[in-house]
């Protein structure tokens, strides 16, 4: 179900960091809502609980005031020092009039049914907006059905709270990306081992076979290490007995060999003497040995593993010289517009090129074209024939040994060896390179050979 996720597809790495982000999001959001949430109640209650005490005291000065008729203006100037600071407002229905001081507020603006509970002789309070100010009204009844009400300012307790808001909203996203650091820390350090894992299998196939994991103490990479580095070990083994087999095979037969290619040349010399049905056979049997003997020389040359010997050269001049030197009835044309040096072992680099020309030769009826230019970091060969092509699903079994069969049938007579390939993609893998095959554009086939280039 993860795989069908958009971060099902996002490196294990990048996945532990999200899932740490994503933890430590949900933890200090859950902090920051319950503080908020108590920070706010408490605050809002305190401001609220502080007006409707400050209403009280303010409610028994005001009906001493209204008590003592003799001094008829001590109501007024009451009125207006109990308004406190500019953003108070103080009121009194007294009559069915309205007197205030303070900041002036229309009464009709204040909230009906705070209002209709002081009437009814119960006191009420509420928070409110009045004239675009955050305020909690207060109410409260007077001897006579007269109302006796303030109005405080809460625009600095919404300030406080907003600023609680955005602190803790910076927390809980500061937390998240701390979160999502530590995730990708974590991650990386937990994937060394499997990165050392990666790097050292990529080596083993790219031919090194010396590649081996350090040692680990850890309890649970131990188990991992020793099999890792027990099957490279029995891999590297059973490759050196695979090469050294073939390696004795092939020395020794080496000497039967010439004697039968001398001899079979001894027969081909003479062969006018011979009956027709005789210098058929001895055509057939010196065809044979032939064919033999190349595969012979190919099996010493995959046994090899000798260091490579190399040098710069520049690319298009050395595939110029090989089609020189090569000649025969089908000459490629040599398509190299600008210079590429690389740094190859030549005699490796001869077999590559004339592998794939004996191999179009054999199979697609000659080369007809080696491209060579640059592409990316590489060098590219691309060597093309005429022939009827390779099915999409056969290109890579073309590259293993003895492949032949029907695919080599269908291509021509069938006389190779099966190794010319094989050896092709060995030495182009000893040069860190890599080789495949294509559909030539206008039909027939294409095998291109990348190697690394050289900055020049």
Do not use: C, K
Not at 33 to 51: I, R
Not at 55 to 69: H, P
Not at 112 to 132: C, K, P, W
Request: hydrophobic letters at 45%; a negative charge.
């Amino acid at each position: 179900m993860l795989d069908r996720l958009p971060l099902g597809r996002l490196p294990l790495r990048h996945r532990i960091g999200v899932a740490f982000a994503g933890v430590s999001l949900v933890v200090t959001g859950l902090f920051a809502t319950v503080t908020w949430n108590l920070a706010s109640y408490y605050l809002v209650e305190q401001g609220v609980e502080s007006a409707t005490r400050q209403l009280a005291v303010n409610l028994q000065l005001v009906e001493r005031a209204m008590a003592d008729t003799a001094d008829v203006g001590g109501l007024d100037d009451l009125l207006t020092g109990l308004a406190g600071t500019p953003d108070t407002t103080v009121a009194l229905r007294r009559d069915g009039a309205w007197t205030t001081s303070g900041r002036e507020v229309d009464p009709d603006l204040l909230p009906a049914g705070v209002l209709a509970l002081a009437e009814n002789g119960t006191g009420a309070r509420q928070r409110v907006m009045v004239a675009g100010m955050p305020s909690v009204v207060v109410a409260a009844p007077m001897p006579g059905g007269d109302v006796f009400v303030e109005v405080f300012p809460m625009q600095r307790l919404d300030a406080n709270l907003r600023f609680l808001s955005v602190v803790l909203f910076t927390g809980v996203a500061v937390s998240a990306l701390l979160g999502l650091a530590l995730g990708q820390w974590a991650g990386r350090r937990a994937l060394l081992p499997l990165t050392a894992v990666t790097r050292a299998a990529a080596r083993i196939a790219g031919g090194d076979l010396t590649a081996r994991l350090p040692s680990s103490t850890d309890a649970e990479l131990a188990p991992l290490v020793a099999t890792f580095n027990r099957t490279a070990d029995d891999l590297e083994q059973r490759v050196s007995r695979d090469a050294r087999f073939a390696a004795d095979v092939s020395h020794e037969l080496r000497s039967p060999l010439t004697t039968l290619v001398n001899a079979a040349a001894v027969l081909t010399r003479r062969r006018d003497e011979l009956a027709p049905t005789a210098r058929e056979a001895v055509e057939l049997l010196d065809g044979e040995i032939q064919r033999f003997r190349r595969m012979v020389l190919d099996l010493l040359e995959i046994s090899r593993s000798d260091t490579l010997q190399r040098e710069d050269g520049e690319l298009g001049a050395l595939v110029h010289g090989l089609v020189a030197v090569r000649g025969g009835e089908h000459v490629p044309e040599v398509d190299a517009p600008e210079p590429v040096t690389v740094r190859v072992d030549r005699r490796r680099l001869d077999q590559i090129l004339g592998n794939l020309l004996d191999n179009a030769d054999a199979h697609g009826g000659g080369a007809r074209r080696i491209g060579v230019a640059p592409r990316d970091r590489y060098a590219r060969i691309e060597v093309d024939d005429a022939g009827p092509g390779i099915p999409p699903e056969q290109r890579l079994a073309v590259f293993e040994r003895f492949a032949r069969g029907t695919l080599a049938g269908s291509r021509g007579d069938g006389g190779g060896t099966g190794l010319g390939l094989s050896l092709v993609a060995a030495h182009v893998r000893r040069h860190d390179g890599r080789v495949w095959v294509e559909e030539r554009p206008g039909g027939g086939t294409r095998v291109v050979v990348e190697l690394p280039g050289v900055d020049t």
